[in-house]
Nanobody, 116 residues
Framework: QVQLVESGGGLVQPGGSLRLSCAAS????????MDWFRQAPGKEREFVAT????????KYADSVKGRFTISRDNAKNILYLQMNSLKPEDTAVYYC?????????WGQGTQVTVSS
């Protein structure tokens, strides 16, 4: 069983920064890729970033490339998303996600609101 708990969301002004965290329980965190997704009001959930088990070859959605950085601490079982130069269109609920043995696991989400 895998449990994912996000934190770090909040209200930030345009141009500001936030760092999201996702604490993962369960075994073998370091063996699996981890992702961030987001869902804005009235829109479908969309991919944001992914990081493989080895923390190399990260990938990003075009909309966040150059502004967001995904990273992981395998010793602490924590996934991060550093978000810089935030824009109002980044406002969404952010979810961490992983797939294990063909099953999807999602956290409860953390709200990020970018507004002046």
């Amino acid at each position: 069983q895998v449990q994912l708990v996000e934190s770090g969301g909040g209200l930030v002004q345009p141009g500001g920064s936030l760092r999201l965290s996702c604490a993962a329980s369960g075994r073998a965190f370091s063996n699996y890729a981890m992702d961030w997704f987001r869902q804005a009001p009235g829109k479908e959930r969309e991919f944001v970033a992914t990081i493989p088990w080895s923390a190399g070859s990260t990938k990003y959605a075009d909309s966040v490339k150059g502004r967001f950085t995904i990273s992981r601490d395998n010793a602490k079982n924590i996934l991060y998303l550093q978000m810089n130069s935030l824009k109002p269109e980044d406002t969404a609920v952010y979810y961490c996600h992983t797939v294990r043995v063909g099953k999807d696991y999602w956290g409860q989400g953390t709200q990020v609101t970018v507004s002046s």
